[in-house]
């Protein structure tokens, strides 16, 4: 089992939508999550970063956290094409310097 | 805040060279480096985790005497692929992180092609 899954996609959703990412973790002691995002033949940029149970806005970004559940997701409100690119979940356990990374979600939004 | 420099953004190398890729932290200081590859549409994956002073460690099948890590100061790694093979060619990525913070901040990437 690995230790973040997302599905790998891809998400078509038409512009102005909202675009629902998914990310579950098997380490139950996970304490830091986050959301980057990449652009084909770029890096990955911090996007959002989530440590409590609950949601978490930041304009048209929310995470929500949901640990019982093991479940992170990323809610991208009306979608905008240049939100087009894969979604990385990133799970921080117990071990501060050990992250573990989903195989990413790729988004498309339609115009 | 949390800017990650990376150099050569692009590299060219003849196999059995060496190449030396430099990953800065430009306002923060980083206790922390990653060293990751990726390959095309592929995902991330971790070569090596260097802290700043000390040895780095690196992922199981990642050969530590071919990808040479050093962690000199809290704002500077570097990543030394020695004697390049084609197979090398990759997009390299660092990241650092705050030590004030949890978050890792990636720089631009290299991407290396051995011919």
């Known amino acids: 089992q690995k230790e973040v899954e997302q599905n790998s996609g891809p998400l078509s959703v038409p512009e102005g939508a909202i675009a629902s990412l998914n990310c579950t973790y098997s380490d139950r002691g996970s304490q830091s999550f986050f959301w980057y995002r990449q652009y084909s033949g770029k890096s990955p940029e911090l996007i959002m970063s989530i440590y409590s149970n609950g949601d978490k806005e930041d304009g048209r970004f929310t995470a929500q956290l949901n640990k019982a559940s093991q479940y992170v997701s990323l809610l991208i409100r009306d979608s905008q094409p240049s939100d087009s690119a894969t979604y990385l979940c990133?799970?921080?356990?117990?071990?501060?310097?050990?992250?573990?990374f989903g195989s990413g979600t790729k988004l498309n939004v339609k115009p | 805040g949390a800017v990650v420099s990376q150099h050569p953004s692009r590299v060219i190398c003849k196999s059995g060279t060496s190449v030396k890729i430099e990953c800065r932290s430009l306002d923060f200081q980083a206790t922390t480096m990653f060293w990751y590859r990726q390959f095309p549409k592929k995902s991330l994956m971790l070569m090596a985790t260097?802290?700043?002073?000390?040895?780095?460690?690196?992922e199981q099948g990642v050969e530590k005497d071919k990808f040479l890590i050093n962690h000199a100061s809290l704002t500077l790694s570097t990543l030394t692929v020695t004697s390049a093979h084609p197979e090398d060619s990759s997009f390299y990525i660092c990241s650092a992180r705050d030590l004030r913070r949890y978050e890792q901040y990636f720089g631009p990437g290299t991407r290396l092609t051995v011919t």
């Open positions: 260097s802290n700043e002073g000390s040895k780095a460690t690196y």
């Open positions: 990133a799970v921080n356990p117990y071990n501060f310097n050990k992250f573990y």
